[in-house]
């Protein structure tokens, strides 16, 4: 019988994979945890589902942030 996928294991890895990317640019892993955690949120206000999509388009907007140069804040 086939085990099926558990949507929050699969969150939390794709979520250490994109920590584990920012930090592997040289962002302390502080920083890289407050851009998530503003992400997180962003994607709350705006009602995203937590789907296949959620980190791909999380950091697109982590990256579009940083060009900004905008500081995470928490």
């Known amino acids: 019988m086939a ?8 969150y939390e890895a794709w979520r250490i994979a ?3 990317t920012l930090t592997d640019t040289g962002i302390p892993l502080e920083d ?6 503003r992400w997180e ?4 206000v705006r009602g ?8 791909t388009v999380g ?3 982590i990256a579009e942030q ?3 140069r905008r500081r995470p804040k928490m």
């Open 32 to 37: 890289a945890e407050r851009w998530m955690t």
């Open 3 to 10: 085990r099926q996928a558990d949507p929050q294991r699969i």
């Open 18 to 20: 994109v920590r584990n």
């Open 66 to 68: 940083r060009a900004m």
């Open 48 to 55: 995203l589902p937590r789907d296949s999509d959620y980190w």
């Open 59 to 61: 950091s697109a907007w």
């Open 41 to 44: 949120v962003e994607a709350a």
